[in-house]
């Protein structure tokens, strides 16, 4: 849940990456860790991986941003394992969930996986009571370097087809390309969401 404290001005949020197995999420917060800046806001990036290099828990990035509206803010990202086996512990990391990225894989044969994985996310919001409707989130369609990767209009039909829809990216996160868009956007429809609410509340 988010943390926001009028008194000192600070507001800490929680943003998973989720997704399918091996479409980038962890690539995703490597690369955030990676291109920070300054040793004050640059957390460490702690990763429970198995041998094999894949996510088996989580991965979790605290990022300590500067202040942004005069708050203090601190983004906590957190991936999830993608594989189908680990439902439980992606449905411990949503706990609390602020915001999400949904990193789809843009290979043509993981649109499935994609559609599926989508479904699953909504599927775990609603069993921790939570609503995809209330929950700022954006697409990202990664791999796009890769040669058989499906059209951006495709994934948003496949993806995005509902009434209200939300903001997409493309990557290649591991090129570091689109990684820091997809976070600046999330990151301001957080800070909206939660600077702005909570202004009205006190107001
Ligand atoms: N070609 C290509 N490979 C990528 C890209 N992003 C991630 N990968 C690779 O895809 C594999 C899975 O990435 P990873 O971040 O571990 O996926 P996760 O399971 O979603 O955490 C790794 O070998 C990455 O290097 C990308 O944009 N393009
Ligand atoms: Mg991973």
Redesign the pocket.
């Known amino acids: 849940m988010a943390i926001i404290n009028q008194a000192t001005k600070e507001l800490q949020v929680k943003v998973v990456?989720y997704?399918?197995?091996?479409?980038?999420?962890?690539?995703?917060?490597?690369k955030v860790h990676e291109n920070i800046q300054t040793a004050q806001e640059k957390g460490k990036l702690v990763s429970l991986a198995t041998s094999s290099?894949?996510?088996l828990f989580f991965?979790f990035l605290p990022i300590e941003a500067v202040a942004i509206k005069g708050f203090k803010t601190k983004f906590q990202l957190y991936?999830v394992?993608?594989q189908v086996i680990y439902n439980t512990t992606r449905q411990l990391v949503l706990r609390g969930v602020d915001g999400i990225v949904f990193?789809a894989?843009s290979q043509y044969e993981k649109m499935q996986e994609n559609v599926e994985s989508f479904s699953n996310l909504e599927d775990n919001l609603r069993t921790l009571k939570m609503n995809m409707a209330d929950i700022p989130y954006v697409l990202q369609y990664?791999?796009?370097?890769?040669p058989n990767v499906a059209p951006a209009e495709y994934m948003e039909f496949l993806l995005n087809n509902r009434d209200v829809q939300v903001p997409y990216f493309t990557?290649?996160?591991?090129?570091c390309?689109g990684v820091f868009e997809t976070l600046n956007m999330i990151t301001r429809m957080l800070l909206h969401k939660f600077i702005n609410q909570s202004g009205r509340k006190s107001a």
């Open positions: 990456y997704g399918p197995a091996m479409g980038g999420k962890t690539t995703n917060l490597v290099d894949r996510t991965d991936t394992p993608g990193v894989d990664n791999k796009r370097d890769l990557a290649s996160a591991s090129k390309e």
